[in-house]
């Protein structure tokens, strides 16, 4: 057990719909990260929150975009879904934003898109 | 895209150490070497980090060459438990707000057998 719980565990979406992916990161931890793993491939950084303010984007899309909330809770809102977008989507929470003591991970949102 | 480089999958025997070799021939002068695992269906595991010196902790013991070009993770006395997806990254150890971010290839896959 991390600590880092996300919400819903499963969910199936419809292409062009819009969808919201919930985390709670461990006590005391203020830098959430989101990552997007498909099928057979590692996870892949989707972006950063620091303390309420996103701290870095990797290589995906303006319809993927985040929050993170005063009690450092994260959600990440996708827009316009499409096919591909259907993977594990994965939250990690860390003490700050240098990665003190490693990354805790959440156990994942399983997304489908049909 | 992932710097390292490591085997698809490897096997080890119930008990005994497994040994899991990584290289990151261009890994620079303030980057750390990070080792985390994914069992399958969980998120990713924080394993070990090191800068240059060999590390050890509770799960595992990370030695590193003296040119920094390679890494090996070991685990002294494998249970089957430890099957998993093994990833070996180079990362910065960001400061000043910059963003700590995972770049994950696709790890080696250890099966612990009977």
């Known amino acids: 057990e991390t600590g880092v719980t996300q919400s819903p565990t499963h969910l199936i979406k419809t292409r062009g719909q819009q969808v919201t992916l919930r985390c709670s990161s461990q006590s005391g931890h203020n830098t959430v990260s989101w990552y997007q793993q498909a099928l057979g491939q590692g996870p892949q950084f989707i972006f950063q929150y620091y303390r309420e303010e996103e701290n870095g984007r990797g290589n995906f899309p303006p319809r993927f975009s985040g929050l993170q909330f005063p009690n450092y809770s994260s959600e990440l809102n996708v827009n316009a879904l499409e096919l591909d977008d259907s993977a594990l989507y994965l939250c990690?929470?860390?003490?700050?934003?240098?990665?003190?003591?490693?990354?805790?991970f959440g156990q994942g949102t399983r997304l489908t898109v049909v | 895209d992932a710097k390292t480089t490591q085997p698809t999958s490897m096997d080890c025997a119930e008990g005994r150490a497994a040994n899991l070799p990584c290289n990151h021939s261009t890994i620079s002068g303030n980057e750390y070497v990070y080792w985390y695992r994914q069992i399958h269906s969980q998120g990713p595991q924080y394993i070990i980090h090191g800068l240059k010196n060999n590390e050890t902790n509770e799960m595992a013991s990370l030695i590193i060459t003296e040119d920094r070009k390679s890494s090996t993770l070991i685990l002294p006395h494998a249970t089957l438990r430890d099957t998993a997806v093994y990833y070996c990254f180079q990362s910065r150890r960001s400061s000043g707000g910059s963003n700590y971010k995972l770049t994950f290839g696709k790890g080696t896959l250890l099966t612990v057998n009977p």
């Open positions: 990690a929470s860390s003490l700050d934003a240098t990665g003190s003591g490693g990354a805790f």
